[in-house]
């Protein structure tokens, strides 16, 4: 058994039958890695069909270009000339098009029975990372912002409260509003847990005199590399 997951099915030469053999189990494989990234997941069409056909494009390059240093150096020229532009992605996209690549590569070389067996264990991984709930410190990061009057020492006047409430609090901005009687106080802060949001804002809100409160998610995506 482990003899036929190891053998390739073409050694020095491949022909139209095992290319063809080869470029079905690519799309297939694709189809299943589109699959399984996307369950749970939002992902856009762009990217799901990226997956789908990777496997297959990488497949059929690597074909052409295994033992032809010519075509090899030709092949390179070509991808140097490409340039992309796209929204950043996120560690997960760059996982499952490392995976669709290392697909085709594997098909590529013959190895479509070790190929099948790759994608199905990682495949398997995935889907039971997303069955695990791991704790996520990036969820409880927030962007918090208080108006405070000019007469109240921002410096230390709500250490006790971050005290209680975060495990961390960075001001990052001070600014004057309302002809320079007001303060606009924006910190960076990390809750202790998602339920004590309302109790956080109420001890802020007899600390500053009621004025306008904020606690909203940062702008910029966490899971961003």
Same mark, same amino acid.
Request: hydrophobic letters at 50%; proline letters at 3%; aromatic letters at 8%.
């Given at each position: 058994?482990?003899?036929?997951?190891?053998?390739?099915?073409? #050694?020095?030469?491949?022909?139209?039958?095992?290319? !063809?053999?080869? $470029?079905? /189990?690519? %799309? @297939?494989? *694709?189809?299943?890695?589109?699959?399984?990234?996307?369950?749970?997941?939002?992902?856009?069409?762009?990217? #799901?069909?990226?997956?789908?056909?990777?496997?297959? !494009?990488?497949? $059929?390059? /690597?074909? %052409? @270009?295994? *033992?032809?240093?010519?075509?090899?150096?030709?092949?390179?020229?070509?991808?140097?000339?490409?340039?992309?532009?796209?929204?950043?992605?996120?560690?997960?996209? !760059?996982?499952?098009?490392?995976?669709?690549?290392?697909? *085709?590569?594997?098909?590529?070389?013959?190895?479509?029975?070790?190929?099948?067996?790759?994608?199905?264990?990682?495949?398997?991984?995935?889907?039971?990372?997303?069955?695990?709930?791991?704790?996520?410190?990036?969820?409880?990061?927030?962007?918090?912002?208080?108006?405070?009057?000019?007469?109240?020492?921002?410096?230390?006047?709500?250490?006790?409260?971050?005290?209680?409430?975060?495990?961390?609090?960075?001001?990052?901005?001070?600014?004057?509003?309302?002809?320079?009687?007001?303060?606009?106080?924006?910190?960076?802060?990390?809750?202790?847990?998602?339920?004590?949001?309302?109790?956080?804002?109420?001890?802020?809100?007899?600390?500053?005199?009621?004025?306008?409160?904020?606690?909203?998610?940062?702008?910029?995506?966490?899971?961003?590399?």
């Amino acid at each position: 058994m482990l003899n036929i997951i190891l053998n390739p099915i073409y #050694t020095d030469t491949f022909t139209i039958q095992t290319y !063809i053999i080869c $470029t079905i /189990i690519s %799309l @297939v494989l *694709g189809c299943l890695i589109a699959f399984v990234t996307s369950y749970k997941s939002r992902k856009s069409k762009s990217l #799901t069909l990226a997956l789908v056909l990777l496997p297959a !494009i990488v497949q $059929t390059v /690597i074909m %052409l @270009v295994n *033992g032809n240093v010519g075509t090899g150096i030709a092949v390179m020229g070509a991808f140097s000339l490409i340039r992309f532009r796209s929204v950043p992605g996120t560690a997960k996209d !760059i996982v499952c098009i490392f995976l669709a690549m290392a697909t *085709g590569l594997t098909t590529a070389m013959g190895y479509v029975f070790l190929a099948v067996v790759f994608v199905v264990i990682i495949s398997l991984a995935i889907l039971a990372v997303n069955f695990i709930k791991f704790p996520a410190s990036d969820d409880l990061n927030r962007e918090l912002k208080i108006t405070i009057p000019e007469d109240l020492n921002y410096a230390h006047c709500f250490d006790d409260i971050f005290e209680k409430y975060t495990k961390s609090a960075k001001l990052v901005l001070v600014k004057t509003t309302n002809m320079g009687s007001l303060y606009k106080l924006t910190y960076n802060i990390e809750l202790v847990n998602e339920d004590i949001v309302q109790n956080f804002i109420d001890d802020l809100r007899c600390r500053n005199g009621n004025l306008e409160i904020s606690v909203m998610i940062p702008a910029t995506t966490q899971n961003e590399l």
